[in-house]
T-cell receptor, first 114, second 112 residues
Framework: EADIYQTPRYLVIGTGKKITLECSQTMGHDKMYWYQQDPGMELHLIHYSYGVNSTEKGDLSSESTVSRIRTEHFPLTLESARPSHTSQYLC?????????????FGAGTRLSVL | GESVGLHLPTLSVQEGDNSIINCAYS??????FIWYKQESGKGPQFIID?????DKRQGQRVTVLLNKTVKHLSLQIAATQPGDSAVYFC???????????FGAGTRLAVHP
């Protein structure tokens, strides 16, 4: 069982508010990821990090930003939330083992912007 | 309640039957593939993986088959149980990258 935690689990917030979604892992993994997933749909990578002070944008454009100051922590921030940001956000981490790349996921944060 | 999975293909099986979930991947250079199970309200959970130099890999009650000729991946679940009901995603890793590209998902519904 993976030790990766996301808070909050659910968030309902008004338009224009600044929010930060938290993600922490205790496995010492170098690589961390943020995905956006609409209900029942596929996961889209929006940000990833290969280690401290490393962040990259993913395949799906997102207005959110991320930071990686500590190995275990990879928060995602929206400066001004909009209804189009309503979605589920999933955080994952992995450690490359040769050719394998098993990503372990948190339970997700379901965001609703009114 | 939320509207979930309106666009998802659904596989309905009887408890005890074998299930086969299929996935077509896009990149012929992908070198690693992985299946995840996602239950309602949870994050995806790793099931089984396979490298591109293999055709088949077995786990506990699950088997993954890889056909590189037609870029097809399948997940077989033996003696399907109600607890197997979930959405299943395949993912591929394009060669040389440390990222996964996820497919659209298939909902498995197990009936008693």
């Amino acid at each position: 069982e993976a030790d990766i935690y996301q808070t909050p689990r659910y968030l309902v917030i008004g338009t224009g508010k600044k929010i930060t979604l938290e993600c922490s892992q205790t496995m010492g993994h170098d690589k961390m990821y943020w995905y956006q997933q609409d209900p029942g749909m596929e996961l889209h990578l929006i940000h990833y990090s290969y280690g401290v002070n490393s962040t990259e944008k993913g395949d799906l454009s997102s207005e959110s930003t991320v930071s990686r100051i500590r190995t275990e922590h990879f928060p995602l921030t929206l400066e001004s939330a909009r209804p189009s940001h309503t979605s589920q956000y999933l955080c994952a981490s992995s450690e490359l083992e040769g050719a394998k790349n098993i990503q372990y996921f948190g339970a997700g944060t379901r965001l609703s912007v009114l | 309640g939320e509207s979930v999975g309106l666009h998802l293909p659904t596989l309905s099986v009887q408890e005890g039957d074998n299930s086969i979930i299929n996935c077509a991947y896009s990149n012929s250079a992908s070198d690693y593939f992985i299946w995840y199970k996602q239950e309602s309200g949870k994050g995806p959970q790793f099931i089984i993986d396979i490298r591109s130099n293999m055709d088949k890999r077995q786990g506990q009650r699950v088997t993954v088959l890889l056909n590189k000729t037609v870029k097809h991946l399948s997940l077989q679940i033996a003696a399907t149980q109600p607890g197997d009901s979930a959405v299943y995603f395949c993912a591929e890793r394009p060669g040389g990258y440390n990222k996964l590209i996820f497919g659209a998902g298939t909902r498995l519904a197990v009936h008693p």
